[in-house]
Structures are given as C-alpha cells and as structure tokens.
C-alpha cells in the first residue's frame, strides 16, 4: 500500500461531558468521540489541557490508516514534554504496527504546535482511580490499595460494555467512573487502502484516566503494568518493538513529565506494580478468590463487535496460555481448571506458543500482554516439580531446555525502581 502524505489535528472539542477530536489523513476527515460520566464539568483550564495530550495520543489511531509522512499539530498545544511523548507514541508505540506491515516512521516529519501552558491543579492525593480491565494486574492493584480511597475507572467501546469486567468490578463494591470511546466508523469498518495494526491504547487510556480523575476529584491514578511490560519482543531495524510499550517504565515517565506540564507535579500517575514480576501478581491475586470465577484476561471476550466476543476462556491464546501458567504454582490444579474450564498448560497442541512464551520457540515473544521469558521459563520450571502436574512429562521435558537468568524466589522480590509515593504502600 501507498503511505500518505500529511496527517493534520484540526481541532478539539470539549464539553461538560464529552471530547471530540478531529483529524484528517490527505484530506479524509475523521473524529473520535469519548463521553463521561460520573465526572464534572470537563470546560476548565485544567482539565482542557490533559485532554489536549488525550487529543495529541488519540490522532495515532487514525494516523495508522495512512501512516503519512508529514504530522501537522496545527495550532494544538503540545508542549515540550507533550511532543516528546508524541514522538515516542508514534515511533515506539506505533514499533508493532511498523514491524507488521514493514513501515519505518524513522522519516515522519512532524510540524506545528504551540508551548503548553501549565494550570496547577488542587488535588487530594488520598484519593486514587485505578483504571480497570478485569484482569489480575488491576484486581492485585486495588486489593493492595484498600487502605485508600479509591475507585475504578473503565473505558468502553460504544457498542457494549463487558461483561466479564463489568462483573469482576462488581465484585470490588467500589465506584466507577466511566468513558466511552466512539471511534470514526470509517476506522471500525475498514477500507482496503488502510493499513491496520496495534496503537498505543494504554496510553490513551492513562491520559483518559488522568482527565477523569481530575474531574471527579481524585488526585492520583494507579496504573497496573509489571515491570516486565518493559521487556521488548524483539529488535529491528535498530529499534526495540514492544508490543507493550505504552505499558513500558519508559512511557510511564514520559506520560507523567506531559501531565505535570500541563497540571503540575501534586497530581500522581504511577504503575503500582512497575517494581514486580507477573510471578508477584499472580502470587497475590491467588488470595484474591472472591475474583477467581469472574475475572478474565483472554482477548477474545473483549472485541469491539459483541457478537465476536467469547464468553469463557478460549483456553488457545497466548494470554490464556500464559495466566494458566503463572497462575499454576500458586492454586492448585483442580482450583484452576474450574477457572478455565480446560487446561491450556497441558494441552500438547499448544506445544509451540508455549515454547515461544518460554524463549524456546523459533519466534519472539508473543505479541501480546504477557511476561518475559524468563518469568515464564521460572514458572514452568515450578510448575513441572509440583506432583500434581507430575503426569505432564512435557512440561518437565520443556523445562528442562530453558535456562533463566532468575530463579522463582528472585522474581517474588521487587524488580529494578518505581515512581509509586509512599503513602500509596502499606
């Protein structure tokens, strides 16, 4: 396919309870619209700038279609820490969708824009929104934040809530804040001239989460993202590819720089799991049983269309794969059947996804959300010493051939720095 020459923000729009932002590729005009509720009045100083980074992140999944050589700002406020994380968004975050359809954006000019101005914001830093999917990485930041006074906050897509989120947040018995995105239908329906592929949404997110937050009087949001979310999948064309990257220790720091540039430094985003391994989550979220038979973490529940959406775990997937895996050394096989309803971890036709998961396979890491190798490689090493799975001789035979840099207890212990406060810990 063709790229596209430029790639304009024209304008963005915000109302009490609702942004619109507007963009156009060579002339072809699209717009998102994202309404919340549960918030104030979103028409203040402020809050008009967080939305601004919003508008700046939401342009790449329109941008994709194009991947255009010349990005024009306009007029839009950008800042000196907002364009840096532009710039990261779109060649880091946009690394997969590059990889995928072999576009290098190393040669994208970007133009335009004006310095933000900063609006400091009064904040109470004990209250604390947790964006939430359903997963076990959000379920473990809100149980260890109980001591606080948090609450949720959940994105949709227009066509339909989740329902697998939707009844593990109700499980929480905290309050939601809520937005819901309607992308450009020209994007969800497609067209042949588009190229397609995987946009930084969690950083999206976070700027969303931010917006909210302020507007409904919370002072801080806790992201969950493990500090192997920074591990990258694979290196090309002298470029790291992350399929994670808007969940990486590098984007958390730029995206916290753009939102005290915009509103001052009292205002908090941090990951509160950026110091732990998939191995901690999972050890943690075993206690957590009131969520075992309602959270979910497999992708096919949570597509745009509801029709496609499955309603159990799919039990094939890369990310079912995986949680059965991490989950494996700490409840027990009985336990975690009953959550899946199969059992992905010993099922031999899935023989080479897990040997990509462990480092073994002839490809890179899944693109997906899931861990390091070597926190997978530790859990099958676990995993196939524990009787219970002794009749699973390819699990130990696998093991076997893998040979990790950290052994299980290591990975039980913080891992590298965080930007969490002190008052969020116990």
């Not at 997969?96 to 904040?123: K, M, W």
């Not at 593990?168 to 309050?175: E, G, N, P, R």
């Not at 799975?389 to 207890?409: C, K, M, N, Q, Y």
Request: contains cysteine; hydrophobic residues 40%.
């Amino acid at each position: 396919m063709i790229r596209a020459e430029l790639f304009r923000y024209v304008g963005l729009e915000v109302s009490d309870d609702t942004l619109s932002g507007h963009y156009e590729l060579d002339g072809r005009h699209f717009v998102e619209d994202v309404v919340f509720e549960n918030i104030g009045p979103l028409r203040r100083p402020a809050l008009v700038g967080v939305a601004e980074l919003w508008y700046l992140l939401a342009g790449l999944s329109y941008y994709k279609a194009g991947a255009a050589h010349h990005v024009d700002f306009g007029d839009t406020p950008v800042g000196r820490h907002g364009r840096a994380l532009f710039e990261a968004a779109l060649r880091d975050g946009l690394g997969e969708f590059s990889f995928r359809n072999n576009v290098p954006l190393d040669d994208v000019l970007i133009t335009g824009g004006q310095d933000a101005t900063t609006y400091l914001a009064t904040v109470d830093p004990s209250r604390v929104l947790i964006p939430f999917g359903g997963g076990i990485d959000s379920v473990v930041t809100l149980k260890e934040l109980d001591h606080l006074d948090c609450s949720l906050f959940i994105v949709s897509p227009e066509a339909g809530r989740f329902a697998p989120l939707e009844a593990t947040a109700a499980v929480s018995k905290l309050d939601v804040v809520r937005a819901t995105r309607r992308l450009d239908p020209q994007i969800l329906r497609g067209d042949d001239n588009f190229f397609n592929g995987h946009v930084p949404v969690t950083s999206m997110v976070t700027v969303l989460a931010a917006l909210a937050a302020l507007a409904s009087g919370h002072g801080a949001v806790a992201m969950s993202n493990e500090h192997s979310a920074s591990a990258p999948n694979l290196r090309w064309k002298s470029r790291n590819i992350n399929h994670q990257w808007s969940k990486s220790g590098g984007a958390e720091v730029l995206l916290g720089d753009a939102l005290s540039e915009r509103v001052g430094s009292d205002f908090v985003m941090a990951s509160f799991l950026r110091d732990r391994s998939e191995l901690w989550v999972a050890q943690q979220f075993a206690h957590a049983t009131e969520y075992h038979h309602v959270f979910r973490s497999c992708n096919r529940a949570f597509t745009q269309r509801p029709g496609d959406r499955a309603t159990n775990w799919c039990g094939t997937c890369d990310k079912c794969l995986f949680i059965n895996l991490i989950l494996a050394p700490f409840i027990d096989r009985t336990s975690l059947y009953d959550i899946f309803a199969s059992e992905p971890i010993s099922d031999s036709r899935l023989d080479d996804p897990l040997r990509s998961l462990i480092g073994l396979g002839l490809q890179h890491k899944p693109f997906e959300c899931v861990g390091d190798p070597d926190e997978s490689a530790v859990a099958l090493r676990y995993v196939s010493q524990l009787p219970e799975w002794g009749d699973v001789t390819r699990l130990g035979e696998l093991a076997r051939l893998t040979s990790p840099d950290r052994d299980f207890s290591e990975l039980l212990e913080p891992q590298g720095s965080s930007r969490v406060p002190a008052h969020w810990l116990r």
